[in-house]
C-alpha cells in the first residue's frame, strides 16, 4: 500500500505569530517554523500501519517555499517515512485554498496513492477544508476528521465525532481521511532515524514539472485587508487571604455578570 | 418558475436523521439575512419539507429548498454536496454560508473544489462593500483581523458556530422542494450510529454569554463537580483545557483553544489552567476574564482582568456561595 501524509510547516504555536500588514501573509521569518503538530500524528497513523504491514511505501508531501521547509520536512523522514516531495515555486506565494488543492492533487496523482492522510486543522489557518477539497478532485471517497483510524488492504474506518453525533463509518480505497488531535502522539526520530533520513530520497518539483499553468480567471479567495487587535492587559491581580471567592463575586456583580435566578 | 433575487445567500442548515432542525440554523439565516436575500436550504427525510420549511421562514430565510432523500441518514456528505451543487444551478446565489462545523466544513469545502468556487474558512462574520461579499476572519488566536473575498464568483463561506449574534425577522413561508440529481461520488458507508447533541440542560459552549473552564489543576474528572457548580451558579457553559481532556476529565468537544472551540463569551473563568498560549489563542478576546490559580507567574494572569493567586478547592465553594447569596 501507498500512502501519502500530508505534512505542513506552520510557525510555533509556542512563540508569537505575525501577519505581514501589507500582503495580509504570515511573516515566515518571524517565528520558528515546525511541523504542524496534527501531521505528526497524521504520519504516526501512517508509520503503525507499516509496523503492521510491511508492504507500506510511506511519502512525505508537502507544498511551500524553499526556505526553511526541506529541513522542518526531514524531521518526518527521521521519524520513518520513506521519501519526501516538497512542492515550491515562487508562483505559489499568497496562494489560497483552491489554489493549493489543486497543486497538492497533482503532485499525489504524479506520486500515486492508496490513501492520502491529512492532519484535520492547522494550527496557523484554522484549516480542516484541504482534505475535503482533495477528495472530491480526486473522486474518491473520503472520511473527514477521524478520531480513530483502522487500515486494512481494501478498506479505512474511523470513527468521527462531531458537533451533533457521532459515528463509525468506512470507505473503500483509495480514499482520503484527516485525523483529529485524538490521536496517539507522533513518535520522536531515534539517532538512526536522523542519520538515515539524510540519505532517503527528497524530490523536489515545480509548477511546471506537474503541468500546472495558474489560470488567472479562476476563483480565488483573496485578503483584501489584515489589522492587528491590540493586546491585552492584565488588570487586577490579588493574592487569596481568605475572601478571594468574596471578591469575585463583588466583582462579577459590579460587572452585572450575576443574573438572576430565572429558570 | 421562482425567481431568486440577485443577492440570494444560499445557506446550508444541518438537520438530524430524524428531520430536526440542529442548532446553528438561526444563526447562519441571521448573518445571511444581514447581507441579502436568505435562500435556507436543508436535506431532511421524506415527509419533513413543510415542516422544515415553516421553521426556516421563522428563522427568517425568505426562500427554503428542501432535498428530500432517503440516503439522508445514511450518508457522511455527498447528498449535500450534490444538493448544494443543485440549489447552487437554480439560486445563482452571491455567496454561500455553511457552519464551519465538521459536516458543514466538509459539504462547503467539497462543493467549491467542484465548482470551482472561492473558499473562505472559519468567518466570524459576513458584509458586503461596493463589489460583494466580504467574509471576515479573526486569527492566529483573534491577534488579527482579516477580510477576505472572492475574485470572481459566488464566496463559499464557513462561519464559525455561535460568533454572530445577528438575528433575522420572521418571512412568510415559502418552501420548494429541490430535485437532485445524485453525483455518483465515492460516499462513506456509516456502520455505527449515536446521536451526542447534548440533553443537557447548560448553554453550548459556543456561543455561550459565559464559560467556566477548567484545566489539569482540577487534578481528577470527579472534581470537574467544582467547574460545573461555578458553570450552573452563573448560567455559564462548560469548557476545558487541552491537559484536561487529554487526561480524561472531560469530552474533547469542550476543548477550548488552539485546536479547540474558539470563544469570546462575556464572562471567561479559567480554573487551574496555566494559559499556554495555545489555550488563551481560543479565548482571548472574550470580553472579560477571571482566573484562578495558584501559581502567581501562570502565564493566564497576563490577559486576566481579575486574577486570584490562590487553590481553586478553597475559593470556588466560597464564590459560589457568594454568588448564591447576591442572587437572593
Ligand atoms: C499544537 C498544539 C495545540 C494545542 N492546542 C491546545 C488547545 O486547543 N487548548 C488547550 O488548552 N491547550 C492546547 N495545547 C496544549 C497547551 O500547550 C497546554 O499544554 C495546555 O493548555 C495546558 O493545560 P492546563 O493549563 O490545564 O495544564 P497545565 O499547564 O499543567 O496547568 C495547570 C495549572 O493548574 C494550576 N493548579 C494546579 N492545582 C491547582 C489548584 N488546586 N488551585 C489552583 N490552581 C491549580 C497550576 O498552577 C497550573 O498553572 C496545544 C499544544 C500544542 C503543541
Known sequence: MKIIVLMKEVPDTYGERTLDLETGLL??????????????????????????????????????????????LRKGLAMGADRAVHVQDPALLGADL?????????????????????????????????????TELFGVAGLASLSTVAIDELTVSGSCNTEFDSYEASIDLPGVISVTEALPDARFPNFK????????????????????????????SIVISAAQRPARNAGIRIEDAGDAGDQIAEFLAQNQLIKGRSA | MIGYPANSILVLVEVSPSGQLRSGAAELIGA?????????????????AERLGTELAALGAAQVLISETEEHASSVVVPAVDALAAA???????????????RGRDAAARFAARSGSALALDAVGISRDEEGIIAHHSVYGGAYLVDSAASTGALVITLRQGSSDLRSEAQPS?????????????????????????????PELRGADIVVSGGRGLGSGENFSLVEGL?????????????????????????VGQTGVTVAPQLYIALGISGAIQHRAGMQTSKTIIAINKDPDAPIFDIADFGVVGDIFTVVPQLVAAIEAKRG
Open chain 1, 27 to 72: 511573516n515566515r521569518s518571524a517565528s520558528e517554523p515546525v511541523l504542524d503538530e496534527i501531521t505528526e500524528r497524521a504520519l504516526e497513523v501512517a508509520l503503525s500501519h507499516r509496523e503492521k504491514d510491511a508492504n507500506t511505501e510511506v511519502v512525505l508531501l508537502t507544498v511551500g517555499p524553499a526556505g526553511t521547509l526541506p529541513a522542518t
Open chain 1, 193 to 220: 532515524g536522523i542519520m538515515a533520513a539524510k540519505k532517503k530520497p527528497f524530490e523536489t518539483l515545480d509548477l511546471a514539472q506537474l503541468g500546472i499553468v495558474i489560470d488567472q480567471e479562476t476563483a480565488r
Open chain 2, 88 to 102: 447552487a444551478a437554480v439560486v445563482a446565489p452571491e455567496a454561500v454560508l455553511t457552519a464551519n462545523s465538521i
Open chain 2, 32 to 48: 445571511a439575512a444581514s447581507v441579502g436575500s436568505a435562500v435556507a436550504l436543508a436535506l431532511a427525510p421524506t415527509g419533513n
Open chain 2, 174 to 202: 415559502n418552501v420548494q422542494q429541490l430535485p437532485v440529481a445524485a453525483s455518483g461520488a465515492p460516499e462513506a458507508t456509516i456502520t455505527a450510529y449515536r446521536e451526542t447533541a447534548a440533553a443537557s440542560s447548560r
Open chain 1, 98 to 134: 483552491s489554489l493549493t488543492a489543486q497543486v497538492i492533487a497533482a503532485a499525489a496523482k504524479h506520486i500515486g496513492f492508496d490513501l492520502v492522510i491529512a492532519g484535520n486543522a492547522s494550527t496557523d489557518g484554522g484549516g480542516g477544508a484541504l482534505p475535503s477539497m482533495l
Open chain 2, 231 to 255: 458553570a450552573d451558579a452563573l448560567g455559564g457553559a462548560i469548557g476545558a483545557s487541552r491537559a484536561a481532556v487529554d487526561a480524561g476529565y472531560v469530552a474533547q468537544t469542550m476543548q
